[in-house]
């Protein structure tokens, strides 16, 4: 495996391989790499030719008062796991924009509820990230997480109004043995924390339990479980327009977004 830094040197680099008829592989991440991230890895792994891994801490996703200083970092385990994996290119850039980055990528609709109500602008700083990477890295398969579900629904939805050449995978959610989906902000819980971060899961359980068609009253369940501090939404939606939805007669997904003390928790179930 190698480390690249520069965004130039990278995108000279996919070129070439690209012009040479090797099939591109790519995850984006934030780093304090879990089984969550390295499941997308192998699943884009057995798809590829070339997998290519980038970490980059994107500030422009972040709110001014939210955890971008302290997002937590590992960048030597994170190298170790790459390698375990089979990754053939590390992109670990300082920065990913130029000093006169002037362009917001910007996905109206799908980014109007849910997270994008909590958190006003980070659609557009995930989008406009996103765009870029795939600029320099140019892949021909990209894998993200149903983990961030609405973040998936939005990139996939870029792709096909910007006629990006990029074909987009969800892999699946990955819990930790004890039912909480693996995070890197996990790392923020202690024991107790915890314990009730658990909360989450289980009320996305007691949703798609509850035999009742009536949305409110499954929602009552679910927010009855919650042992949260604040919750930012629990909702149902329709898995495609992430519309909510006031009775369940077809596909349907609980999504849930809720703070444990300092640390924000998403968590999601297809019902
Ligand atoms: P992040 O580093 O949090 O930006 O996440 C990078 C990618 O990993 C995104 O596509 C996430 O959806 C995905 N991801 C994060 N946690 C999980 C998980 N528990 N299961 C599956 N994918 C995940």
């Keep these: 495996m190698r480390t690249i830094q520069s965004p130039a040197s990278l995108q000279r680099e996919m070129l070439h391989l690209r012009a040479s008829g090797q099939r591109v592989g790519f995850v984006p991440t934030m780093g304090f790499l879990h089984d969550g991230h390295l499941s997308l890895m192998r699943l884009a792994r057995a798809q590829c030719d070339h997998l290519v891994v980038s970490i980059f801490v994107n500030p422009l996703q972040f709110g001014p008062n939210e955890d971008l200083d302290r997002y937590p970092r590992d960048p030597e385990g994170d190298a170790a796991k790459c390698a375990s994996v089979g990754v053939d290119t590390l992109f670990l850039p300082e920065t990913l924009y ?71 995978i969800g892999g699946p959610l990955i819990r930790d043995t004890d039912g909480l989906a693996l995070s890197s902000r996990n790392k923020y819980l202690d024991a107790e924390a915890r314990r009730r971060a658990l909360s989450l899961r289980r009320a996305l359980q007691a949703i798609k339990d509850h035999p009742s068609a009536d949305v409110a009253e499954r929602l009552a369940t679910g927010r009855a479980t919650l042992e949260a501090d604040r919750v930012d939404y629990l909702d149902i939606v329709h898995p495609d327009t992430l519309k909510p939805l006031d009775e369940i007669d077809g596909p349907a997904r609980a999504l849930v977004a809720a703070w444990i003390g300092n640390t924000r928790l998403i968590d999601n179930l297809e019902l």
């Design 98 to 168: 130029d000093d006169d980055h002037r362009t917001t990528v910007s996905v109206a609709g799908l980014t109007s509820g849910l997270c994008g109500t909590s958190r006003p602008g980070h659609f557009d700083g995930v989008t406009t990230v996103v765009a870029r990477l795939f600029g320099v890295v140019q892949p021909h398969i990209a894998v993200f997480g149903q983990k961030d579900y609405q973040q998936l629904a939005v990139i996939k939805r870029m792709v096909r109004d910007l006629a990006l050449p990029v074909e987009v």
